[in-house]
């Protein structure tokens, strides 16, 4: 329901056309984590977001106003803003077993969603939380054979 699909065949198409737009790039920008100083790879960018085309992640990682998180460091940040929403709502019930789930166990077995989609899901309480992939769609077994 919330996972969303990798696509390993559209991932190494975008790489590729990635490098391409590299290779004619006159001065392609070196960058470091805002944070820590750490070296950050453009292919890692891209990878964690697969929703943009390279040529609009190749003019994100040039333009000179933005700075980027390593991953640790982003890590560190969604934590906190994981916090921030589980001062909001600690605990949900998954729908199919009913075990007790908080904020970190779902964004830890949904880490495809981004921050703000976390938040509207765990939120609203009219959103189906599972406890795993597994559970959900075992969930959607039972109802499917019900209806």
């Keep these: 329901m919330f996972l969303k699909k990798l696509n ?40 964690d977001n697969l929703e943009f085309t390279a040529g609009y992640v190749l003019s994100l990682w040039q333009y000179s106003i ?19 929403i589980e001062r909001e709502l600690k605990n949900r019930y998954c729908l199919n077993c009913k075990t007790i789930i908080d904020i970190y166990k779902f964004s830890k077995e949904y880490n495809a969603l981004k921050i703000q989609e976390l938040k509207e899901v765990w939120l609203n309480p009219n959103s189906n939380i599972f406890c795993s992939g597994f559970c959900e769609k075992q969930y ?5 054979g019900r209806t």
């Design 8 to 47: 390993n065949s559209e991932m190494w198409k975008k790489i590729q056309v990635l490098r391409d737009l590299i290779k004619n790039e006159k001065s392609f920008k070196k960058r470091v984590c805002w944070n820590c100083k750490k070296d950050l790879n453009i292919y890692d960018f891209l990878s």
């Design 66 to 84: 933005f700075e980027f998180h390593c991953c640790e460091c982003f890590k560190n940040l969604k934590r906190e803003e994981l916090e921030i």
């Design 140 to 144: 959607y077994r039972i109802k499917k």
